[in-house]
């Protein structure tokens, strides 16, 4: 995002509520991943923020993971990078936490890791998208049936707590063709996590 400078600043946090951070930072930009230190002489990073908006004097940033911890005696330093992750095919057959580090795998790693990508990026043109042109065979006959879905299309599955989602994930990803499954628990139980972490690690 910038180029390296010899003088860093770095802030303490005027204010912690939650996952909003605000400080005095100085020279950042919106989408700028900083590093949470335990104190200024220290390397080790208990936390990463990212600056999500610029005020007259502070800046405000959105905590990457748990507040729990933290204090008014750490220190941000701007890493004058974007929020990114490490992709390639080692990450096939493995669970990423919220932050892309792997923390379980199911396979044996094929290859080691091979580019870092941002992840804040600009969608890709119409022009580029290549449109419904096949049916995608799921296996579940209601939806083969009656709500035929195509390869490239996007599917929302709406409906109340208990009614079944993530028994049908199982069932598409199961019985669905396809090379490779990227499946992002948004927003679910710890306890649905486990189910279907454990799901995954029988059909691996």
Known sequence: MKTPRLLQYLAYPQKITGPIIEAELRDVAIGELCEI?????????????????LQRERTVLSLIGNAQGLSRDVVLYPTGRALS????????????????????????????????????????SYASRVGVREPLITGVRAIDGLLTCGVGQRMGIFASAGCGKT????????????????????????????EFVDMLARFA
């Open 37 to 53: 230190r335990r104190g200024w002489h220290q390397k080790q990073v208990v936390a990463r923020a990212q600056v999500v908006g």
């Open 85 to 124: 992750a490490w992709v390639g095919y080692s990450v096939l057959g493995a669970v990423l936490d919220p932050t892309g580090k792997i923390v379980e795998r199911f396979t044996p790693e094929v290859a080691p890791i091979s580019e870092e990508r941002v992840i804040d990026v600009a969608p890709p």
């Open 167 to 194: 028994m049908l994930m199982h069932m598409l990803i199961e019985q669905t063709e396809a090379d490779v499954f990227v499946i992002g628990l948004i927003g679910e139980r710890g306890r649905e996590v486990t």
